[in-house]
């Protein structure tokens, strides 16, 4: 009678079955030790001090952190399974509001004990913590498969939810809302410069790129010259560029005052709009070649069979098919763009940039946040939007 090795139940597992949770729970854990929450300063101008999460947040935030914690490592090493991972989004999700509204309570208790220059400000503790908390939520959305609506939904909510905490005063003691609350208007006029200097560049980058793609895709010997050129606009520094537009828009002005009257000149919009659309054509243009390039065989032949002209298999057949790659390279330009024309404040362009070059002159970081958070929510958000909608395409038009 041989004796069989005994069978271990699957029920129980000492290595983790989700490690990239574990892993985040306990940077988060080891964050939380050897970081400070928030950090507490005389003044905007001086480096604060690094104040702990056990010191600044009261009892029952750091009860429900704890918990939090304590759930989502557990679940690291359970079955997965799509409810679970609906439920660890969810308790993540409710660790991020819980990290906010600790902070929003952190900063008003430390605000009333100092003096009135006194400024709190978010720790590196903080941002480690948000950050894993985000990644949890993203990593469990993306295991249940979830549908473009529910991650749509999600996003809605966690947007949501900042604001009505923002409306209700959650933030107010914070150095970063007093910095808002400064330049409110200010703030408001820079956002839609912003937005006015990327849609400005994406617009003219697809009316130009779209064309240099089809071309090439016509005549392939137009094709090594073309993407030659575009890539060496890329190897281009983007404060190099900025510069080398000045002399010649200055003297494009000075030659048809007629333009300098529209604004063109080497200063300002004019040659942050024209550095744009320069660094924007070499992914446009690509992608919009690889999505034509994509395009089976088969459903053209069968176009052209049925009778169809160049023109009609272009709109009717090509450009659908195509257009899922060109939106997967529309993705990589609009956040590309978003971040160059920060750096387009250094010649007068305006936008969320001035906020940041201003804090870094001031050595203000809250002031370099005013002026980046903004681009990196408006980078994240157009960047989820046309994910979902490149994900929908790629449904619709899917054999």
Do not use: K
């Not at 005063?169 to 990327?198: C, K, P, Q």
């Not at 052209?304 to 330009?333: F, N």
């Amino acid at each position: 009678m041989s004796l069989a090795p005994a069978e271990v139940s699957p029920a129980i597992r000492l290595w983790p079955r989700n490690q990239v949770l574990v892993l985040l729970v306990a940077a988060a854990v080891i964050d939380a030790i050897g970081m400070g929450f928030v950090s507490l300063a005389p003044n905007r101008l001086v480096s604060g001090q690094p104040v702990f999460v056990w010191d600044a947040v009261p009892a029952g935030f750091s009860w429900g952190l704890a918990l939090a914690g304590i759930c989502l490592f557990a679940a690291g090493f359970a079955r997965p399974r799509r409810a679970l991972h609906y439920l660890t989004a969810i308790v993540a999700g409710a660790a991020l509001f819980v990290l906010l509204a600790a902070t929003g309570d952190a900063a008003a208790m430390l605000a009333a004990g100092a003096p009135g220059l006194a400024r709190v400000s978010l720790g590196a503790g903080f941002w480690v913590m948000f950050g894993c908390a985000a990644l949890v939520v993203i990593d469990a959305l993306q295991r249940a498969e979830t549908s473009a609506a529910i991650q749509l939904l999600a996003a809605v909510l966690a947007a949501a939810g900042f604001a009505v905490m923002a409306h209700s005063g959650v933030f107010n003691a914070l150095s970063l809302a007093r910095e808002y609350a400064t330049r409110r208007d200010v703030f408001a006029a820079a956002l839609v410069r912003h937005i006015v200097l990327v849609a400005a560049a994406i617009g003219p980058a697809l009316l130009i790129g779209v064309p240099l793609a089809l071309a090439a895709r016509r005549q392939p010997r137009f094709e090594a010259p073309l993407f030659a050129v575009l890539n060496l606009l890329q190897t281009v520094p983007s404060i190099a560029l900025f510069g080398l537009l000045i002399v010649p828009l200055s003297a494009l002005a000075e030659a048809a005052p007629v333009l300098g009257a529209l604004g063109i000149g080497g200063v300002g919009p004019a040659p942050a709009i024209i550095a744009l659309i320069l660094y924007a054509l070499l992914p446009v243009a690509r992608s919009m070649l690889a999505g034509i390039a994509a395009v089976p065989a088969a459903a053209v032949d069968a176009a052209r069979g049925m009778g169809m002209t160049r023109r009609q298999v272009l709109w009717r057949v090509e450009a659908p098919l195509a257009l899922p790659v060109l939106l997967a390279g529309l993705r990589i330009v609009t956040v590309q763009t978003i971040g160059l024309a920060v750096v387009a404040a250094l010649i007068g362009a305006g936008g969320l940039g001035g906020f940041v070059f201003e804090g870094l002159g001031q050595y203000a970081a809250d002031l370099v946040l005013l002026g980046a958070l903004p681009a990196i929510a408006m980078a994240l958000a157009v960047d989820f939007l046309l994910r979902l909608l490149t994900a929908a395409l790629r449904w619709r038009f899917a054999p």
